[in-house]
């Protein structure tokens, strides 16, 4: 399976951003989709997933939860991940990923780099 993360970019605080991952292969052999995220000089960590037939989602840092919103479009083999409100806090690598857990780690997209302004 190939992920193709699109949609990363330079914002402004308080701005928003889509992400976008779009997947080639055989994804609903998978179970979930997510989005895990790297900031300099830290651990890379998990932001959220869904799961890709129900659409149950899961958020990681309760920061983000309220302000991301994990979806997908299983027609098109693509998930989302639409920020607002975005914080300098929120500057990162942002990975896509597809598995068979909860919190998919199986798979990783290339990265897209978020960099939010104050």
């Known amino acids: 399976v190939q992920l193709v993360e699109s949609g990363g970019g330079l914002v402004q605080a308080g701005g928003s951003l889509r992400l976008s991952c779009a997947t080639s292969g055989r994804t609903f052999r998978y179970y979930a989709m997510g989005w895990f995220r790297q900031a300099p000089g830290k651990e890379r960590e998990f932001v959220a997933s869904i799961t890709w037939s129900v659409g149950d989602t899961y958020y990681g840092d309760p920061a983000v939860k309220g302000r991301f919103t994990i979806s997908r479009d299983k027609s098109q083999n693509t998930a989302y991940l639409q920020m607002n409100n975005l914080t300098p806090a929120d500057t990162a690598v942002y990975y896509c990923?597809?598995?068979?857990?909860?919190?998919?780690?199986?798979?990783w997209g290339q990265g897209t780099q978020v960099t939010v302004s104050s």
């Open positions: 990923t597809t598995g068979w857990d909860a919190v998919p780690n199986d798979f």
